[in-house]
DNA sequence: CTCTCCCT
């Protein structure tokens, strides 16, 4: 690494920014910062040195303190939550990610600051990358002597080297070991979302053969909890457990758990851990040889149209798999599995995603417009917020009073910005204070913004259970908050932040009698409760129980979400959620508290939508009205309505007509042969003027033909007495209603004198269905609609049989009569059936008349 | 079938 120092201070003399590209292990983190410390452009300012993690901010500054022969908080120190160790003589100053964002909205200048160097940048953090952002806008106005420095292990360097006006990339050699790499498949990609047992089986077998194969211990890469859990099974069901340990490892864990992983094996037993990507950058484990990489990883992805995360499993990158084969080189040669192929692999990206392409951005959409700006637009980015997840997190802060009607910040969202907590929390912490319920508040937020504190499949999403188990570590300690199932290194860390953001609050705020809680009994006996506050921050969560039993409820949204299996919260009507996976259909309920029906219809008083609904009720097939409290897609209330406004009622028998049909009118045989009538007509003469009378348009157009002869009718019954023939002849006035007699007539007289009724089908020719004989002698096909429709007979045996369909009379007489004749004659001796039916008289009788 | 980190 010292190689490359003179580079490194070359391209410094000439550059703004410059990019370092060296491999983990290279020890570029230590070695850079006290060696650019003497550099001219350096003289009387300071370097300030991003890491991603707390721990690793530490032990950089403690190693770099070390190696000057210092004490950590002089020339080297760091700042990192809780914990600041710097002083004036200060020159290096290592920070984690949200203080720099922090100190860049109080001091955008960056006073004294010369160099700002992004370590582990190919992490590609939300906050690594909008500190970037904002440094470029910095440079580019306020600070154009700021330096900057990009270093990183499997970094895109083109990208930001581009971003940076072509900064100059420096290369720099690692220093890890050979690891041998084995492609342990071949053939197609899984399915994405594989099944947990699927992965599982998958490793413990490569691990049986790393076990045979490969000396020392085995680290495994598994996306979550469930197949590690499977792992651990499938392999205790076949090892002996007195020469082999395994541990599983994940962030769930507590402090002791993951501490037992790291370490080895006291009786020198050889060890098998399966990792969650935590032993990929945030967990070094010494003394790994082999490495079987499952190739899967989980994360979250948040869904702009629901404002919520949900967790995927996905493919890892090709830059994470060299990441987890490297765990192996160490200390010395090493080996790893690779549960893909060589062809697959090409597959894979060969980056990470960066995470402001995944995660909610409303704390970076509240900084940013604290900054001024409001718009991805406004600052140069690796990757720019994806429009829509920007759009999302301003709406939620737009609703939340954070922003106003132009994004621009508002009094209240800097307050907001101002507490080191989601906006959402701070809200709820500005809002808490105002009840003298701030230290309620500051537990909550402190419980939402560190890990569970209650671990354990079987957990309920009660968040209660988490402050009880907090007040009774304050009260009788660590013990006593075990025995409730919590985590105490996760209690004493929930305090901790509780803690400092009590230190944040306004200070007016902070009331007498409300000191943070010391007793069970205190918390309980708050001014509000935790359901109560909470809906300060997820107003948009509030949960309505569906249906007993079932614990579904259905968010203010109109999305359904969950709870654990027989969690006891089901027991409420309403619940706020405070934290859910979005899920595929419906969210999963990880954490919620019981809200009283009382305080909801009090807490959203201004928000609740009171309107008088009358509707069609199919059950009983009548309007029903009713007056509805609603808050957005929930129901809270509902009160018969005595008397609802006639048109109200118009408007609910229509949808209700639409929903059934026209089917529920009574449609008389008269009514309906009118209506057919019509039809026809319309059809036959489309330019005609005729009013069309498909169900389509009378059902699109009830209010204009059936709505003036509905008042009184709330019901179906009702409905019963209309006259839809006289509505229907209505619509006609008397100039068409004479045409219509005439050009669709309801009866055509036959020879024989009858009047024989015609019948309509729209679409079709109108029918004449008549007895044979009663035609004899007429030659041409009766014509209606001004001769321009032939009617279709249907020619009757006397018995009213059809024997014969024709739109030809003349034909028929000609030809076919003659056969038929003789059958008719078999079956109807008594019938008189002549020879010439041109002069045979036509009759209704058995015998013509003499 | 609950990823991982972080905050003057």
């Known amino acids: 690494m010292h190689k490359i120092l003179p580079e490194l201070r070359a391209q410094f003399a000439n550059h703004a920014a410059v990019v370092l590209s060296a491999p983990p292990g290279s020890g570029k983190t230590t070695v850079v910062p006290p060696a650019l410390l003497a550099e001219p452009w350096l003289a009387g300012s300071t370097i300030l040195m991003l890491e991603p993690r707390r721990l690793a901010a530490r032990m950089a500054a403690t190693f770099m303190a070390k190696q000057l022969g210092e004490e950590v908080g002089q020339t080297v120190g760091y700042r990192v939550r809780f914990e600041a160790k710097v002083s004036k003589a200060t020159r290096v100053e290592v920070v984690t990610e949200g203080v720099l964002t922090r100190r860049m909205q109080d001091d955008p200048e960056l006073t004294g600051v010369g160099l700002v160097i992004f370590d582990e940048f190919h992490e590609r953090s939300l906050q690594a990358d909008l500190a970037l952002a ?104 076949a090892l002996p457990s007195a020469e082999i340990a395994i541990h599983p490892l994940f962030g769930d864990l507590s402090l002791a758990a993951q501490t037992a992983a790291v370490q080895p094996d006291r009786q020198g037993k050889r060890r098998i851990i399966l990792a969650t990507p935590i032993a990929e950058t945030s967990i070094t484990i010494e003394g790994i040889h082999t490495v079987v990489d499952s190739g899967w990883k989980r994360s979250p992805q948040f869904d702009p149209n629901s404002g919520l995360s949900r967790l995927t499993t996905q493919r890892i990158s090709r830059a994470s798999a060299t990441q987890r084969t490297g765990r192996a080189g160490r200390l010395g040669p090493g080996y790893c599995y690779r549960l893909w192929s060589l062809g697959e692999e090409h597959g894979l990206k060969p980056f990470d995603p960066p995470e402001i392409l995944s995660a909610d951005l409303s704390q970076l959409v509240l900084d940013l417009a604290r900054w001024g700006i409001h718009a991805p637009s406004g600052l140069r980015w690796l990757d720019p917020p994806p429009p829509g997840h920007f759009a999302q997190a301003q709406e939620v802060l737009h609703a939340l009073g954070a922003l106003d009607q132009q994004n621009r910040i508002t009094p209240l969202g800097r307050k907001m910005a101002e507490l080191p907590t989601h906006p959402r929390l701070g809200l709820m912490l500005l809002g808490a204070a105002k009840q003298g319920a701030s230290s309620l508040a500051c537990d909550l937020a402190a419980l939402l913004g560190e890990r569970d504190i209650i671990k354990g499949r079987d957990r309920s999403a009660d968040i209660e259970d988490r402050l009880h188990a907090l007040a009774a570590f304050r009260s009788d300690g660590p013990a006593a908050a075990k025995a409730l199932g ?46 109560e506050l909470l809906a300060l921050a997820f107003p948009d969560r509030i949960g309505q129980r569906r249906a007993l039993g079932q614990g579904q409820y259905k968010l203010t949204s109109g999305r359904g979400a969950v709870l654990p299996a027989h969690d006891r919260l089901a027991a409420h009507e309403y619940l706020t959620v405070a934290e859910l996976d979005a899920g595929r259909i419906e969210g999963r309920i990880f954490l919620a508290a019981p809200l009283s029906k009382e305080a909801l219809m009090i807490l959203f008083a201004p928000r609740l939508q009171r309107e008088e609904k009358v509707f069609w009720e199919e059950q009983s097939g009548s309007v029903k009205g009713q007056r509805v409290v609603r808050l957005e897609e929930l129901v809270l209330a509902t009160a018969p309505l005595a008397k609802p406004s006639a048109e109200a009622v118009l408007t609910a028998l229509l949808s209700g007509i639409r929903t059934l049909g026209l089917s529920v009118l009574p449609w008389s045989e008269k009514a309906t042969e009118l209506r057919a009538r019509l039809q026809c007509l319309h059809l036959w003469q489309p330019d005609g003027g005729w009013p069309d009378l498909s ?140 020879d010439d039916p041109w002069q045979a008289q036509p009759t209704r009788r058995i015998k013509p008349r003499k």
């Open 134 to 237: 904002l440094c470029l806008d910095v440079m580019s106005g306020l600070r154009e002597d700021l330096k900057l420095l990009i270093m990183s292990a499997t970094l895109d360097t083109g990208a930001v080297s581009t971003l940076l006006n072509n900064a100059p990339v420096v290369m720099g050699a690692g220093q890890s070991y050979p690891v041998g790499v084995e492609y342990c498949r071949a053939g197609q990609l899984p399915q994405p979302q594989p099944q947990p047992r699927e992965i599982a089986k998958q490793v413990s077998a490569t691990i049986h053969r790393a076990l045979a194969e490969q000396p020392g211990d085995i680290l495994a890469f598994l996306p979550g909890g469930a197949e590690i859990r499977h792992t651990q099974a499938l392999l205790n069901a």
């Open 486 to 531: 919590a985590d105490t290194d996760g209690c004493r860390r929930v305090i901790q932040t509780s803690r400092q953001l009590w230190e944040h609050l306004p200070k007016p705020a902070r009331t007498k009698g409300d000191a943070p809680a010391k007793t069970a009994a205190a918390a309980t006996a708050a001014a509000a409760t935790a359901g």
């Open 695 to 834: 169900e389509a348009w009378l059902l699109e157009n009830l209010e204009q033909w059936l709505a003036p002869y509905l008042s009184g009718i709330r019901n179906a019954e009702q409905l019963k007495k209309l006259d839809l023939a006289a509505i229907l002849t209505a619509l006609l006035d008397w100039k068409y209603q004479s045409q219509l007699d005439r050009e669709a007539p309801t009866h055509l007289t036959v020879p024989s004198g009858s009047k024989v009724r015609l019948h309509y089908t729209p679409g079709e020719p109108p029918v004449l269905a008549v007895r044979l004989q009663e035609m004899f002698g007429l030659a041409d096909t009766p014509r209606i609609c001004n001769n321009a429709v032939t009617v279709l007979l249907h020619l009757l045996s006397p018995a009213q049989r059809p024997m014969q369909i024709t739109q030809d009379l003349r034909g028929f007489w000609e030809g076919a009569y003659h056969e038929v004749k003789k059958e008719l004659r078999g079956r109807y001796p008594k019938h008189h059936w002549p």
